[in-house]
C-alpha cells in the first residue's frame, strides 16, 4: 500500500491540474473560440467563398485596408517619437513626484475609447477646430492625436521599466571617451533598448490597427478602418456576410501581430541591475517633458472637465443634473446607463479573475507545452477585435440552450473574455517571481502544501490579482466594442454606449450631458489607475 500511494497522489495532482486547466479552457473555448470560429465559417464557410471574393476583391476594401495599416503605423511612429523622452524621464531621472507622473501617464490608457473620443470632441469645440480652415475633426489628425493620448503610456511604462533596469555607467563610460550626448545615445544607449521599443512599438500598433472608438466618432464617414466597417456591415446594413468577411481579414492580421508581439516579448534580454541611484533631473528636461505631458495628455482631460461644467448660463453642475433625464434616444437615463456598467464590470472582474487566475498557475507551473500554448492562445482575446467578438457572439449565440443575444449575462461575459488576458499579463510575472527557496523552507520547517500556498504564494500573488482586477474593471467599464451588437434595452444600456449616442445628437444639451458623462467614467477609471499605481511594483510595465 506504501508503494502505492505516491500513485494515486501523482494521479490525484494530474486530475486537480486538469480541473484548473478545464476552466479557461471551456470558458475561452465557448465565449471566444466558438464565436470567432462561426465568424471563419461565416465568411469562408461552403457557399460563402463568393462573398468573400467579393467583399476583399473591392477598390473599397483596399482603400479601408491600406487606411488601417497606415494609421496604425503613423500612429506608432508618433507615440515612440513623443513618448521615449518621457520613459527616460521616470526610469532615468530622480525627481520629486516622479511616483505621480507615472501614475497620472497611465490614466489616459484605461480611459474608455469613447471618453477619449469625446475628450478631443470637447477640444475641438473648445478653440473652433470643428470647422473652417483649422478643422482636426473627422480628419485624420484627430485620430493620431487621439492615439497618441491612449498609447503614451503603453511606451512610458514598457520602455520605461527596461529602461530603469539598464546600468548607466556603459553611458558614462562613452561620454568620458569623448562621445556627445546624441552618439551615446545612438550607439549605446538605443541598441540595448531596441528590444523594450520594439515590443512597445508592436502594442502601440496593435491597438491603433484594432481601435474601434477613436475611428468611429472622431474619424467620422469618411475614415474608415476594417473595425468600423465590420460594425457598419452588420448593424447598419445588416450584411452579416460582408461583415464576416472583414472579420476573418481582420483576425488573420491581429493573430500574425500578437505572435510577433509575443516573439518580441520573448526575445527582451533579462533586465540588468542598476548600480548607480537616478540622476536628478535638470529643469529643463524636467520642465520640457512636463510641459509636452501636459499638452497631450493634459488639455484633453482639462477641456473635457471645463466643457462637462459650461452651459448657457456660465459654469454649474447642470449638465451632470440632466444625467437624470431621459434623453429620446436613450432607452434609459445615463445615470441608468452609469450603474449598469458598474455591476456588469464587477461581474465580469469576478469571471476574468477566476479565469485568469487558472490559466496563470497552469502557464506558471503546468508542463512546458501546455504552459506556451496557455500562454499565446490566451493572450488572443487582448489583441482580437472586440468588434469581432461581438459579431461572433451575435452569429454563434443564437440557438438554445446557448441563445444569450438577448440576455443581459452576456455583457459581463463578453466583458471577462477581453479582460482575461490583463489578470494573466500582470498575475504570471508575479508567480514566477516567487522565491522557490522560501517555498522550500517552509517545507523543510513543517509547513504542508496548503499551508505554504496560503500563507507563502496566496500574499504574495495577491497584488498580482489586485493589479489584474483593477485592469480587468477598468476595461469592461470603458469596453464599447463588443457591447455595441447587444440589442439596446434599458438593462443593457452601458455608460459608454449611452455616451456614444449623446455624442451623436447635435445640441448643447446633449453635448453637454455627453461631457458630464464622460467625466464620471473618467474618475471611476482613474480609482482604477490608483491601485495599479499603488499595487503595481511588482509588475511596472507590464500591458
Known amino acids: 500500500m506504501g508503494r502505492d500511494r505516491p500513485a494515486l497522489t501523482s494521479g490525484a495532482r494530474a486530475f486537480g491540474w486538469a480541473l484548473i486547466a478545464a476552466i479557461p479552457i471551456a470558458f475561452l473555448g465557448l465565449f471566444f473560440v466558438w464565436p470567432v470560429a462561426a465568424v471563419v465559417g461565416r465568411g469562408l464557410g461552403p457557399g460563402n467563398e463568393s462573398a468573400f471574393g467579393d467583399t476583399v476583391g473591392r477598390a473599397a476594401f483596399a482603400r479601408v485596408a491600406w487606411f488601417t495599416v497606415w494609421q496604425a503605423a503613423v500612429s506608432t511612429l508618433v507615440t515612440l517619437v513623443v513618448a521615449l523622452p518621457g520613459a527616460r524621464l521616470v526610469a532615468r531621472l530622480r525627481f520629486r513626484g516622479r511616483r505621480l507622473v507615472r501614475a497620472l501617464v497611465t490614466v489616459p490608457f484605461v480611459l474608455p475609447t469613447v471618453v477619449v473620443a469625446g475628450a478631443f470632441e470637447g477640444v475641438f469645440d473648445r478653440f473652433g477646430l470643428d470647422s473652417g480652415y483649422l478643422r482636426l475633426r473627422h480628419t485624420v489628425w484627430a485620430i493620431l492625436l487621439a492615439h497618441l493620448f491612449f498609447n503614451y503610456a503603453v511606451v512610458v511604462r ?246 444569450l443575444r438577448t440576455s443581459t449575462l452576456i455583457i459581463p461575459v463578453a466583458h471577462a473574455v477581453v479582460g482575461v488576458p490583463f489578470v494573466i499579463r500582470t498575475l504570471v510575472p508575479v508567480l514566477r517571481r516567487i522565491d522557490h527557496r522560501m517555498r522550500e523552507a517552509a517545507a523543510v520547517l513543517g509547513a504542508t502544501p496548503s499551508r505554504v500556498r496560503r500563507e507563502i504564494d496566496l500574499p504574495i500573488a495577491g497584488r498580482g490579482l489586485a493589479v489584474g482586477a483593477a485592469f480587468a474593471f477598468a476595461v469592461s467599464l470603458g469596453e464599447f466594442g463588443a457591447t455595441s451588437f447587444i440589442p439596446r434595452r434599458a438593462e443593457t444600456l452601458t455608460a459608454p454606449l449611452a455616451l456614444f449616442r449623446l455624442l451623436g445628437v447635435p445640441g448643447d444639451e446633449p453635448r453637454g450631458q455627453a461631457m458630464a458623462l464622460a467625466c464620471i467614467l473618467m474618475v471611476m477609471t482613474a480609482a482604477a489607475v490608483i491601485v495599479i499605481d499603488r499595487l503595481g511594483d511588482t509588475t511596472e510595465g507590464t500591458f
Open 158 to 403: 514598457t520602455v520605461g521599466s527596461y529602461w530603469s533596469g539598464l546600468d548607466p555607467r556603459m553611458e558614462e563610460q562613452a561620454r568620458l571617451l569623448g562621445a556627445g550626448r546624441w552618439r551615446t545615445w545612438r550607439e549605446v544607449t538605443l541598441p540595448r533598448l531596441a528590444p523594450a521599443i520594439s515590443a512597445a512599438a508592436a502594442i502601440v500598433f496593435l491597438f491603433s490597427f484594432t481601435s474601434f472608438g477613436v475611428i468611429l466618432v472622431l474619424g467620422g464617414p469618411a475614415r474608415a478602418t476594417i473595425e468600423t466597417e465590420i460594425y457598419r456591415h452588420a448593424i447598419v446594413r445588416t450584411d452579416l456576410a460582408a461583415a464576416a468577411s472583414l472579420a476573418v481579414v481582420q483576425l488573420a492580421a491581429v493573430v500574425a501581430l500578437v505572435v510577433v508581439a509575443n516573439r518580441l516579448e520573448r526575445r527582451r534580454p533579462g533586465r540588468e541591475r542598476a548600480t548607480a541611484r537616478p540622476a536628478p533631473a535638470s529643469a529643463g528636461e524636467l520642465a520640457g517633458n512636463i510641459a509636452v505631458m501636459a499638452l497631450v495628455l493634459g488639455v484633453p482631460i482639462a477641456i473635457l472637465i471645463e466643457r462637462s461644467l459650461a452651459g448657457p448660463g456660465g459654469y454649474s453642475l447642470r449638465n451632470y443634473g440632466a444625467l437624470f433625464d431621459r434623453v429620446s434616444l436613450l432607452p434609459a437615463p445615463a445615470t441608468t446607463a452609469l450603474w449598469n456598467s458598474f455591476v456588469y464590470a464587477c461581474a465580469a472582474t469576478a469571471i476574468a479573475l477566476v479565469v485568469g487566475g487558472a490559466a496563470s498557475l497552469v502557464v506558471v507551473y503546468g508542463r512546458s507545452w501546455p504552459s506556451h500554448l496557455f500562454d499565446l492562445g490566451l493572450t488572443l482575446p487582448l489583441g482580437t477585435s472586440a468588434v469581432t467578438i461581438g459579431l461572433g457572439v451575435l452569429i454563434a449565440l443564437d440557438t438554445p440552450p446557448f441563445d
